[in-house]
């Protein structure tokens, strides 16, 4: 194929664009079952992205063949292919979620479990290598080009490969992640890495193209919906990764979401403890004669708060807008009752749209120490949260934090809690040790368990300080 046409070179470019911004996409949405999606593990992996390319750019622009009897242009389409296919080596396991669970879980096993530790090894190992090759496609095919006009040369090739870059971060995500899976969309990179090797290999050494045929399609077989239904796994859309696993032992149904457990029912049909908990105390205790309270749930997961109450109305929120078509079949098994209304958008964006007030708002985002939703537990979030409620409505918010304050999260989310609901309620749903991590020798000190906060928006009287002067405990 004549590649030295203008058409395939700046197709090149543009390509080479799309996958760059594409794999930084899946590198972020594919870790984050295991890394979580904080800003600290994102700017990492930004960083192994942006840093290789510049360098790409830079050695890509000195590139110079040590064969000086071969032809410049040839010499530069050899080199062009063999980047395609080690940075395809390269990005096999960094974008397969087999082998990316393989990978974070030989890290585990080893005693490396710090975020960053681990975001850092991942960006290291499959995204530096291949970013750095793809970062010099454009210095490289730039030698095709006539020196002449390098301006305008240098403006089309800019523009075609952020046009790339568009596509990949809008395209991937709103489309392929949306509508087919993250796994399809990784298996598609290779798809576009076989093509620029096509369009890049010459009839005489066909050998590369061949090679990325059959690495294309071990890359579709991996990511395929069958071989990860073999690991359980329901969907693996722009924003979970959700499986249904079932305990053989007490025929306990889990909802996973991002490896992090997100509901569960007993064989009997039962919620979790802390759900059944709650409903005992904020929903059977209501009388029966009166009328329907409105009761919002964030961070729905599995529709288990209030799954037998067909009484009172719900608004279910979650940002997986496929999360009650998918429990509802595979893990509840049933329809939710008319009562209860799912809105599959952003926590923040619904309060912000929301008009009624509510009797009980639930939020339970937790997924895990991993999972922390930062934008869900600040103090603007909760003034949000108490201005959704009505004269003495609850607030109830399922954390998943140290039980005796044994780390900085724990202590910090206590008090911004504070800072917006004075008077609330801890209340500490499993065993644990009083002494936490202050003695070595204590048992039953975890470091994260379930931590309901409750908080009834009520009037109340300005607090008064006894005093061995002043005190009206007598009285009060």
């Known amino acids: ?36 999606s904080g800003t600290d593990t994102i700017s990492i992996i930004i960083a192994a992205v942006l840093l290789p390319m510049a360098t790409g750019y830079y050695f890509g622009g000195r590139y110079r063949d ?26 096999f396991p960094g974008l397969s979620h087999i082998c990316i669970t393989e990978f974070f879980s030989t890290l585990i096993d080893m005693g490396i479990t710090n975020r960053l530790l681990t975001t850092t090894a991942y960006a290291l190992i499959f995204l530096v290598t291949p970013v750095f090759l793809l970062g010099q ?50 298996a598609f990179i290779f798809v576009l890495l076989a093509l620029l090797t096509f ?29 990860l239904s073999n690991m359980n796994v329901i969907a693996n859309n722009q924003y979970s990764l959700i499986r249904v696993l079932q305990n053989p032992e007490n025929q306990t149904r889990i909802l996973s979401v991002n490896n992090n457990t997100s509901s569960l029912l007993t064989k009997d049909g039962k919620a979790s403890y802390y759900d059944l908990l709650m409903e005992s105390r904020f929903i059977n205790t209501l009388k029966m004669e009166a009328a329907p309270i409105r009761i919002l749930v964030i961070g729905a997961g599995g529709f288990t708060f209030g799954l037998a109450d067909d009484y009172n109305h719900y ?68 003034q949000q949260v108490r201005g959704a409620l009505t004269p003495n409505g609850a607030a109830i918010f399922n954390m998943i934090l140290s ?24 209340t500490i749903i499993h065993k644990h040790s009083g002494w936490g991590k202050v003695r070595d020798d204590a048992e039953h000190a975890p470091d994260a368990t379930n931590v309901l906060y409750t908080f009834i928006n009520r009037d109340i009287d300005k607090e008064v300080i006894y005093t061995d002067l002043k005190n009206t405990a007598f009285m009060d």
């Open 1 to 36: 194929m004549v590649i030295r046409s203008p058409l395939f070179l700046f197709l090149i470019i543009l390509i080479e664009g799309y996958i760059v911004l594409s794999t930084e996409v899946l590198a972020i949405r594919a870790t984050m079952p295991f890394i979580g």
């Open 66 to 91: 040590d064969n000086r009897n071969q032809r410049p242009h040839k010499s530069i389409r050899k080199k062009l292919i063999k980047n395609l296919v080690i940075s395809a080596i390269f990005l």
């Open 137 to 186: 496609t454009i210095p490289l095919v730039s030698n095709y080009f006539s020196h002449k006009a390098l301006a305008r040369i240098t403006g089309r090739m800019l523009f075609f490969s952020t046009i790339g870059s568009f596509l990949g971060a809008v395209f991937s995500t709103l489309v392929l992640m949306a509508f087919l899976g993250v796994n399809e969309t990784a």
């Open 199 to 227: 369009i890049l290999c010459s009839k005489r050494n066909p050998y590369p193209a061949r090679f990325m045929l059959v690495l294309t399609l071990l890359a579709i077989a991996i990511n395929s919906d069958i071989a």
């Open 315 to 382: 608004d279910l929120v979650d940002i997986d807008g496929t999360l009650k078509e998918i429990s509802e079949e595979h893990f509840l098994r049933q329809e939710l009752t008319p009562n209860k209304h799912f809105h599959g958008k952003p926590a923040r964006a619904f309060l912000a749209e929301s008009k009624e007030p509510y009797d009980l708002v639930f939020i339970d985002v937790f997924s895990g120490t991993s999972q922390i939703p930062e934008h869900l537990v600040t103090k603007e979030f909760y």
């Open 403 to 426: 039980p005796t304050f044994d780390t900085p999260l724990s202590r910090n989310i206590d008090s911004t809690l504070r800072e917006v609901f004075p008077y609330l309620n801890r």
